[in-house]
């Protein structure tokens, strides 16, 4: 039986310099770290076959490298002037490099030309989003600028209605905040972790306020560590398994610690209601999450992202956030026992609608239809 050979992983060659840093480090830097993230030897040798050609004149957004890996002999330009380039031909390398150093325009030849003007974006499948990924001009009046179009294009564009509304501002604050002082995604996750255990011990003893309070700095801190990773290259399986971890395993003592909690304020469930309460939630939960994971596994992609109407009901859907929603609502009326009702109602009410979902795509899916994103 013959094995496929895969496809060499082109060289990445730099082209020019620039002195102007991004997110605290060099553009050299963060290529260098760009091309370690997808594991792409990074080399000046101009000679070698199959290479993506950089302009450090210009800072991009990482999206475009694994679209132009996989699209040998296509150029992606910013006002006409090469910006990245995937190519196989020696010639072509020259013409492009050319055009690069004297940042000028390209001559017209064979080559699939995208300019990043365009309005035509890309589906990107880890952040549940299409999206138009920046190319711009690197300069010190142009940093902000370009910061800020890469901390949008690392936030996912299917989420929840607190991390794309009220913390996108507060987080942006905080990423280049630590991102100067040189602090690590791991170090955010770490004082995040802390912030969480903290909570759940006031939650427990029914001090709601000072529980939410530090629950909010711990949320806006769980969406700062990822875009931190994504922004700084700085992405480690470390921190993306912890930060996950604390992500899927906190919610349900949350829920537990704030029931407790009622009887501390004066506002205790009844013994069977604190019961139907947690079992609610905790077979919500976990029967919520293997409903997700069914539909990846069998349409291999988020349920989020089937149709408009699951991206708009994942804004509301019973995860944490708008949960908190719920518990904040009704404690601002002295009932935090109603909320943790409310919480457990509408976590069963997610479940059902998210289980439908599942029931629907795969009668779809029966009748010969290929189940894809609205968003591709």
Not at 162 to 178: N, V
Not at 249 to 261: K, V, Y
């Amino acid at each position: 039986m013959t094995v496929p050979v895969p496809a060499p992983r082109p060289i990445v060659i730099a082209i020019g310099d620039n002195p102007t840093p991004i997110w605290g480090m060099t553009v050299a830097e963060r290529l260098r770290r760009l091309a370690a993230a997808r594991k792409l030897p990074l080399a000046g040798d101009a000679d070698a076959a199959g290479a993506l050609l950089v302009n450090l004149a210009f800072a991009f957004d990482p999206a475009w490298v694994p679209y132009l890996v996989a699209r040998p002999g296509t150029v992606v330009t910013r006002g006409g002037v090469p910006v990245l380039a995937h190519i196989l031909d020696a010639a072509d390398r020259a013409r492009v490099a050319a055009a690069m150093e004297a940042n000028g325009p390209l001559e017209p030849g064979t080559l699939t030309v995208i300019p990043a003007e365009a309005e035509d974006g890309i589906f990107n499948e880890a952040l549940r989003k299409r999206e138009r990924p920046f190319a711009e001009r690197l300069e010190p009046a142009s940093v902000p600028a370009i910061e800020r179009a890469s901390y949008t294009g690392a936030y996912k564009g299917v989420t929840d209605l607190l991390t794309k509304y009220l913390w996108p501002e507060w987080a942006l604050w905080i990423t280049r905040l630590c991102a100067r002082a040189g602090i690590s995604p791991n170090q955010v996750t770490a004082l995040g972790s802390v912030l969480c255990i903290v909570a759940t011990v006031a939650f427990w003893y029914g001090w709601f306020w000072s529980g939410l309070a530090v629950g909010l700095l711990f949320m806006v801190l769980d969406t700062v560590d990822g875009k931190l990773a994504r922004c700084t290259i700085t992405s480690s399986a470390l921190g993306n398994a912890w930060d996950h971890g604390v992500d899927l395993i906190h919610p349900p003592f949350w829920w537990w610690a704030w029931a407790t909690g009622c009887a501390a304020y004066g506002r205790p469930l009844d013994h069977d209601i604190f019961v139907a309460v947690i079992a609610a939630m905790l077979f919500g939960y976990v029967a919520q999450r293997l409903i997700e994971g069914a539909f990846i596994a069998r349409f291999a992609m988020h349920i989020h992202v089937w149709e408009r109407f699951d991206s708009r009901f994942r804004l509301i859907t019973a995860r944490r956030n708008p949960n908190m929603v719920l518990l904040f609502a009704l404690l601002l009326v002295g009932r935090p026992d109603w909320g943790i009702v409310a919480v457990a109602m509408w976590t069963m009410l997610s479940l059902l609608v998210h289980l439908i979902r599942l029931f629907q795509a795969m009668a779809v899916a029966r009748r010969g239809q290929r189940i894809v994103s609205w968003l591709a």
